[in-house]
């Protein structure tokens, strides 16, 4: 029997600080001090590390503020 993968849609593929910072052009303490503020997306928080919806990010290039789920 073959196993089956669970492939998300692109949107909703997450993505690490360092793609958000190279992405953003910005600092990973500037994409932080965002979220503190609230003007940045909160993190999905995976096994000590942190990741963002793809759609979030195109949301904030777009200039569209993402709210954290």
């Known amino acids: 029997m073959k196993a089956h993968h669970y492939t998300a849609p692109i949107e ?19 994409i932080y001090r965002d979220i503190q503020r609230g003007d940045f997306p909160k993190p999905i928080k995976l096994r000590g590390s942190s990741r963002w919806k793809l759609s ?5 290039m777009n200039g569209k503020r993402a709210l954290a789920a």
Not at 14 to 26: F, G
Not at 56 to 60: E, K, Q
Request: proline fraction near 0%.
């Open 12 to 30: 909703d593929r997450l993505i690490d600080i360092k793609t958000v910072c190279e992405t953003l052009c910005r600092s990973r303490a500037s």
């Open 56 to 60: 979030d990010l195109t949301n904030v």
